[in-house]
């Protein structure tokens, strides 16, 4: 079946970087994209960006961009994101999604990680 | 900014109808998705495409949409269904974002 399995939790200080691992398992990885959704500790769900695991094409958020950067090893099926320059209200859930396209060129997640919680703190 | 609008909270009892709205100018053109959150896990998918059901969920779960309007419907909620429900699309560029989220108290 298919699975995406997330790294550990992280505490950081603000200021340092944070990489989140997701590998994947059960479908070919090529054949779809990964998203990146976080949510805030009592808040809602944010979309991240997405990275295409078939060529590395990424969209970010726009409240993001400069920050965030993800990427693909394709001979481990694993998705990365990396967010630099952390501060207190990045402190959330990361979750990482399969990106799959739907019609009318919508893409959306039909299955996701468990999550990856980081807290940011001095 | 193009935004989702859902209501915060629904509350019924068990055994009723509950109906949960996501307002979106872009819904006319654009599919709604729905996701499913119980406490401390990760989201579900349980509506893709306005209306249709993944395999796995249970068929008191519809969707339908008209307008700008898409509704998830759950029919003879059960206390299991009590979770945070999100809509998701995008907006007229393709941007994808995510509704403010309401909470199903069934009780």
């Known amino acids: 079946q298919v699975q995406l399995v997330q790294s550990g939790a992280e505490v950081k200080k603000p200021g340092a970087s944070v990489k989140v691992s997701c590998k994947a398992s059960?479908?070919?990885?090529?054949?779809?994209?990964i998203s990146w959704v976080r949510q805030a500790p009592g808040q809602g769900l944010e979309w991240m960006g997405w990275?295409?695991?078939?060529?590395?094409?990424?969209n970010y958020a726009q409240k993001l961009q400069g920050r965030v950067t993800m990427t693909t090893d394709t001979s481990t099926s694993t998705a990365y994101m990396e967010l630099r320059s952390l501060r207190s209200d990045d402190t959330a859930v990361y979750y990482c999604?399969?990106?799959?396209?739907?019609?009318?060129?919508?893409?959306?997640?039909?299955?996701w990680g468990k999550g990856t919680t980081v807290t940011v703190s001095s | 900014s193009y935004e989702l609008t859902q209501p915060p909270s629904v509350s019924v009892s068990p055994g009723q109808t509950a109906r949960i709205t996501c307002s979106g100018d872009a819904l006319p053109k654009k599919y709604a998705y729905w996701y499913q959150q119980k406490s401390g896990q990760a989201p579900v998918l349980v509506i893709y495409?306005?209306?249709k059901r993944p395999s796995g969920i249970p068929e008191r779960f519809s969707g339908s949409s008209s307008g700008t309007m898409a509704t998830l419907t759950i029919s003879g909620a059960q206390v299991e269904d009590e979770a945070d429900y999100y809509c998701?699309?995008?907006?007229?560029?393709?941007?994808?974002?995510f509704g403010g989220g309401t909470k199903l108290t069934v009780l």
């Open positions: 998701y699309s995008t907006d007229s560029s393709g941007n994808p974002l």
């Open positions: 990275i295409s695991a078939y060529n590395g094409n990424t």
């Open positions: 999604a399969r990106r799959v396209r739907g019609a009318r060129l919508i893409y959306y997640m039909d299955v």
């Open positions: 059960g479908y070919t990885f090529t054949s779809y994209g």
């Open positions: 495409e306005d209306s």
